[in-house]
C-alpha cells in the first residue's frame, strides 16, 4: 500500500534526533515559554529572512491572532479565495469579522486577483491569499490591489513553507504571514502548531501579547487576548526538523518534475515563472473522479480531494444559495491529489505514474 502521508517512515528518518529533542524537553521540567520555544523563533526567523517569529497553537490562531493584531473584527470584511482548506475561513470568523470569497485561476487553484476588485466593499479591510498546494500567489498584484483599496494584507503560508515569490519567501510580504505545523504540513510539529511572521516590533509584541492572555508583564493584562502558544515540546522538534527542510523540499520538487515527465492524459497544475513552489500536494483533474480513486485503491495507492467542497458551498458559510463561482466549483469536482513527500521512493512514484497512465474512464 502506497500511503498518502506516512508520518511513521518521516519519523523514521530522524528518530534519534526528535526522541533527544522530546526527552530534553521532559527533563528540564519546562513546558510552555520557554528556551526552545525562542531557539525555533529565531532558527525560523533566520531561515525565512524575517527578524519577528511569534510561535503560536496553530496555523488557524496564528490567522485569528493576525487579524486580532490588526484590529479586525465584528463589522469588517476579509476577502479570500473560494478553494482554500477551510481553517482560513473559521479564523476569520473566529475574530467576527465576514469572509468573503473570490473566485480562482483555472490553472493554479490559486486567488485569482482580476476578481478581487469586485468584491471590495466599504467594509473590507485585509485580503488573506492563501499559497495553496505550496505556490505563491501573484503577489505583485496583491500588493497593487491591496494598496489601491488600503487594505491589509496576511497571508496563509500553511502550504507554502519555503516557497518563493521572487527572491524572497512567502509569508514575508504580507504585514503578517501564517504557518501552520500540522503534522501533514512540509514542516510538520508531533502534534498542533503555528508561526505568525510579524514585520514590526510593535505587531511583535502585539502577537506575544495576544498569544498569552494579552499579559504584557506577568499578572499585567492590558489587552485582550487568547491563550495560543507553541509548546516546548513542539518546538523542539520544529528546531530539529527545520535544518532538514530545504533538502526534503528538493525531494518533493524532484517527484513533482518525475510526475510531470510520466503522466499522461491527465492535467496538473501549472507552476508560475515568478517564483519556486514547494509541493506540497500534486493535485491533478481527471474524468470521472470516484472511478478514478477507486482504480487508484485497486492497486494499492492512496489519493485524497483538496478540496472537494468550495468555501461558497460549506454550511457554516454565510451562504447566498444563488452565489456561484465557477472556476472553483469545477476545479472542486475535478481535482484529486497524488501523493507527494519526502521519503516516497522513485519506485514508489512510477508505480503511481503507471497506475494513473493505465487508468481508462468507462
Ligand atoms: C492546514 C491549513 C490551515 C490551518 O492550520 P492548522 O494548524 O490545522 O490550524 C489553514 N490554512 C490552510 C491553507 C491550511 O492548509
Known amino acids: 500500500m502506497i500511503l498518502f502521508n506516512d508520518f511513521n517512515a518521516h519519523y523514521q528518518t530522524i528518530a534519534d534526533e526528535l526522541e533527544s529533542a522530546v526527552t530534553r524537553v521532559l527533563r528540564s521540567g519546562w513546558y510552555i515559554l520557554g528556551e526552545e520555544l525562542r531557539t525555533f523563533e529565531s532558527a525560523f526567523a533566520e531561515w525565512l529572512g524575517v527578524k519577528y517569529v511569534v510561535g503560536v497553537g496553530s496555523g488557524t490562531d496564528a490567522l485569528a491572532l493576525a487579524l486580532m493584531a490588526s484590529d479586525i473584527g465584528t463589522g469588517d470584511d476579509v476577502i479570500t479565495s473560494a478553494l482554500t482548506a477551510y481553517p482560513t475561513i473559521t479564523a476569520i470568523k473566529q475574530v467576527g469579522a465576514r469572509p468573503i470569497v473570490v473566485d480562482i485561476d483555472a490553472e493554479t487553484g490559486l486567488i485569482d486577483p482580476n476578481k478581487i476588485d469586485d468584491a471590495v466593499t466599504a467594509k ?16 505583485a498584484a496583491l500588493e497593487t490591489i491591496a494598496a489601491r483599496h488600503n487594505l491589509i494584507i496576511i497571508e496563509d503560508c500553511a502550504q507554502s513553507v519555503g516557497a518563493t515569490f521572487g527572491a524572497r519567501k512567502t509569508g514575508r510580504f504580507g504585514r503578517f504571514g501564517c504557518f501552520s505545523f500540522y ?9 498542533d502548531g503555528g508561526a505568525v511572521v510579524a514585520q514590526t516590533q510593535a505587531d511583535f509584541e502585539s502577537l506575544q501579547r495576544l498569544r498569552n492572555y494579552g499579559q504584557s508583564v506577568r499578572y499585567h493584562h492590558d489587552s485582550p487576548g487568547i ?14 526538523k527545520l535544518p532538514f527542510l530545504d533538502t526534503w523540499t528538493e525531494r518533493r520538487r524532484t517527484i513533482a518534475a518525475r510526475y510531470r515527465a510520466a503522466l499522461h492524459g491527465v492535467k496538473w497544475l501549472e507552476s508560475r515563472e515568478y517564483g519556486q513552489p514547494v509541493h506540497h500536494l500534486f493535485p491533478i483533474h481527471v474524468l470521472k473522479r470516484e472511478q478514478f480513486m477507486a482504480h487508484m485503491t485497486t492497486h494499492g495507492i492512496q489519493t485524497l480531494i483538496h478540496y472537494p467542497v468550495p468555501v461558497h458551498k460549506q ?14 466549483e469545477s476545479f472542486a469536482d475535478t481535482v484529486v491529489s497524488l501523493p507527494i513527500y519526502p521519503e516516497l521512493s522513485d519506485d514508489a512514484v512510477d508505480l503511481i505514474c503507471s497506475v494513473v497512465n493505465s487508468y481508462q474512464p468507462a
Open 124 to 139: 473590507t479591510k485585509a485580503i488573506i491569499p492563501v499559497h495553496l498546494y505550496g505556490q505563491s500567489c501573484d503577489l
Open 227 to 240: 491563550n495560543s502558544r507553541l509548546d516546548e515540546i513542539q518546538a523542539a522538534v520544529l528546531a530539529t
Open 315 to 328: 454550511h457554516d458559510y454565510h451562504a447566498d444559495e444563488d452565489e456561484t463561482l465557477p472556476v472553483a
Open 183 to 191: 503534522p501533514s504540513k512540509n514542516l510538520g510539529a508531533i502534534g
